[in-house]
């Protein structure tokens, strides 16, 4: 059987990530979403096992320790990370698996997963950000310009993401996630059992 394909995803705080990868699942439920491990604090309507895995900071620690993860960073103070052994599990069922995590654990899934596929989704325009991060109303200016800040900086690395992904409505978005996992499909690699029968002398 073939592997499953791992596409990473991340984007700017604001962008509407969540949104969009929660609308693929739905459409798709037989890809896996990989639920992370995570030392911040749940947030209202947030399910322990379902939007991540909440621990205390020893016991991520005591995780990183025994290498349990494929990647893991620090994030506005906070751990976050993949663990590796569900991930592959699925993968060698042949299922597709989704992370979503920021760009530098991004950028340690490229190094060691060469293989994967990574898409960055990104919003119309700067001011369409700082817009939507307005009109939420649940940060204060402080916390907008911070926002804002990292987003200038998250900025410099998408060029080594193989997608961008532009959410100027969110069924586009997830039309071009659906896109990206449907090439990935198709690569020569990971198809080439419909030419056993060609095989001649
Ligand atoms: P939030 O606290 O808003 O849920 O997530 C903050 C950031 O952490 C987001 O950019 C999210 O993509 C990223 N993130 C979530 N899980 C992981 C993970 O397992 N590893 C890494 N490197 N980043 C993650």
């Known amino acids: 059987m073939n592997q499953g394909s791992l596409i990473v995803l991340s ?11 929660n609308q693929v699942l739905a459409q798709r439920p037989e890809i896996y979403f990989s639920i992370s491990f995570t030392t911040r604090a749940p947030r209202e309507g947030e399910v322990n096992g379902v939007n991540y895995h909440f621990v205390t900071k020893e016991e991520f620690e005591a995780r990183i320790e025994k290498g349990e993860f494929l990647e893991y960073a620090q994030y506005n103070g906070n751990y976050y990370g993949t663990s590796m ?10 299922i597709d698996v989704i992370l ?3 760009v530098q654990g991004a950028a340690l899934v490229r190094e060691k997963m060469p293989e994967s596929i990574s898409g ?3 919003p119309p325009s700067f001011q369409h950000l ?10 204060d200016e402080e916390t907008i310009q911070k926002r804002l800040a990292i987003a200038r900086v998250e900025a ?4 080594k993401y193989d997608y961008i992904i532009l959410n100027d409505a969110v069924e586009n978005a997830v039309a071009q996630v659906f896109a990206i996992l449907d090439a990935a499909r198709c690569r020569t690699q990971g198809r080439m059992d419909l030419l056993e029968d060609f095989k001649g002398e």
């Open 156 to 159: 410099k690395e998408v060029p």
């Open 11 to 21: 984007g700017f705080s604001g962008a509407g990530k969540s949104t969009v990868i």
């Open 85 to 94: 052994a569900v991930l592959r599990e699925k993968m060698a069922q042949g």
């Open 130 to 139: 700082e817009g939507r991060l307005r009109g939420r109303g649940t940060d």
């Open 100 to 102: 979503d995590i920021e």
């Open 120 to 122: 960055f989704i990104v």
